[in-house]
C-alpha cells in the first residue's frame, strides 16, 4: 500500500491539472459574457459522408443546422437540432438529421465490391436515398468559440433506385425477369466526428 500512495496521488494532481485545464477556457468565455450563436460546422462520418452547415444557437442548450453534404458519389442536403443539456465546457449531446442525397451514378460501388459494373451500371444510375438519423455525442468545448463533438446513433435509411431489372437479371441469371422500382430501408450504425467554430 505505500508503494502505491504516492502513484495515487500523482494521479490525483494529474486528474486535478487536467480539469484545471478543460475549466481555464470556459471560465475564461463566462468570464467574456460573449454569448455564441452563429458558426460553421464540418463533419466527416459513415455512412453519410462529408458535411458542411451553417450553425444557430438561439440558447445554450439547442443548436440548429443546415447544409450540404457529399458520400463521393452523389450531393445532398440536411438539417439537424442537437440538445445540450449541460451548461459546461464538456457536455453530453443528443442529436436528431434529417438529410436527402439526390440522384446520381452509384455503378462505382460495384468497382468496390470486384464486380464488373458492365451488365448492371444501367440499374443503378438516378438512386436517390433519404435518412433520419438519431444519435448521442460527446462535446468538448460546447460552450466555447471552438469545439469537437463525436456522435454515435442510428439511421433509418430509404433507398430508391427507378429500374432495378439489370441487377435482378444479373442476379437471377434471367433475362426475362423484370421489376419495377425497387425500395429499400434498414436501419444502420452512424458514427460522425466533427468540429464547430462560431463567428458570432
Known amino acids: 500500500m505505500r508503494q502505491r500512495t504516492p502513484l495515487l496521488s500523482s494521479g490525483f494532481a494529474l486528474g486535478c491539472l487536467a480539469v484545471l485545464g478543460f475549466a481555464t477556457p470556459a471560465l475564461a468565455d463566462d468570464e467574456d459574457g460573449n454569448k455564441h450563436t452563429l458558426g460553421l460546422l464540418v463533419d466527416a462520418g459513415a455512412p453519410h459522408g462529408i458535411g458542411v452547415s451553417a450553425v444557430l444557437k438561439p440558447a445554450k442548450w439547442v443548436r440548429l443546422q443546415a447544409g450540404p453534404t457529399t458520400n463521393t458519389l452523389s450531393f445532398g442536403l440536411r438539417g439537424g437540432v442537437s440538445i445540450l443539456p449541460l451548461d459546461t465546457f464538456i457536455t453530453p449531446s443528443l442529436n436528431a438529421e434529417v438529410g436527402h442525397y439526390f440522384g446520381s451514378e452509384y455503378s462505382d460501388v460495384l468497382?468496390?465490391?470486384?464486380?464488373?459494373?458492365?451488365?448492371?451500371?444501367q440499374a443503378i444510375r438516378d438512386v436517390t436515398y433519404n435518412y433520419v438519423t438519431g444519435s448521442v455525442g460527446l462535446e468538448v468545448g460546447a460552450q466555447s468559440r471552438f469545439n469537437f463533438f463525436l456522435n454515435v446513433g442510428l439511421s433509418y435509411v430509404a433507398l430508391t433506385v427507378p429500374d432495378p431489372t439489370p441487377l435482378i437479371q444479373d442476379a437471377a441469371n434471367d433475362d426475362t425477369v423484370t421489376s419495377g422500382p425497387l425500395h429499400v430501408r434498414a436501419t444502420i450504425p452512424s458514427v460522425k466526428l466533427g468540429f464547430i467554430l462560431y463567428f458570432f
Open 111 to 121: 468497382d468496390w465490391l470486384g464486380r464488373d459494373p458492365s451488365t448492371t451500371s
